[in-house]
């Protein structure tokens, strides 16, 4: 086979173990109810749940961006002055996209607040502490909220907590919040003045700590401030900024200097990747096949997308 050809059938054996992996996903997705995830690299001992950026955010404004659900193309809000940190991870990871759309997805189905309360429950990993609700996405509309107040209700012995933009839904409940759910209003949303005046307790993003300081605000770097006390706090501008923006110059000094530092420091090992040849890739489109019929044969599943 000459040269050509090979580099042709290894391209189309590879898109066939991508397309495979895809469908794994998405097959096994199905069946699950809302998914949650352990931890991150700021969230610590902690579950987090996640909704599509900008689609569920209706007091997004300065960081209003939307990520197209099929296309993965960012679009930022019309006011957008800084870039949504979530909204730039679903451009990138198609799976991030997908696990944010299959919750939405399946809250859309499940009616009203008892519904909604119901299903977040039965979806809840049963040793979770603490959940950070909505790393992506915010409160919806009213039902949802309240939803959520439901849950907390019902699991006494772990700690909700959240920053939102949606604000009415917090004001119309106000008095009325489990104390095991923390609520941070996040500046710079719709409803600042509504958030100021009832005097919630809220995070504000910061272009440097000198910023911070000057606003009388302790940076939080490690999400303790949103859960663990009800002082107002700051948060500084994180990466991904839109370039020529004010948070992305700031961005671009802070990544300077991260960047002087990590000089400094020992060079990374390098990581080899196995080559792929056609053997190998023909090994894991068998593998992957197998794999996906057994799950499409299980009888949940099928009973899944018969409901
Ligand atoms: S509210 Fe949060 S998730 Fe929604 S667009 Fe703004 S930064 Fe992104």
Redo the contacts with the bound molecule.
Sequence with gaps: MTTEKQAKLLESLKQTVSHLKREIFTAELKRKPLVFSFENAKIKDAYTFS?P??W??P??T?????VGRESGKLTD?PNAT?R????SQEAVYPTVRMIRWHNFDRLKQAGGSAGLAGLILESLPADAKRIRV?????FFNQAYFNAWMIVAEAKPDVTFYA???SVPFWVNRLGNIPVNFKLNA?V??RWDSLAEDAELKSAKIVFSEIEAEALGLEIDEDDSHAWAQDESFALLVHGTQAPGSEAGKSWSKQIAEIKKTNAALPKKIKRTVPPLTVAYLTAQIVRLAVRLAGILATPEYVVKQIA
């Design positions: 909704l950026s900008g569920t955010c007091g997004a300065m960081c209003l961006a939307k809000g800084v949504c940190f979530s909204a909505h790393v992506s996405g915010d920053y939102t933009k996040s710079g949303s």
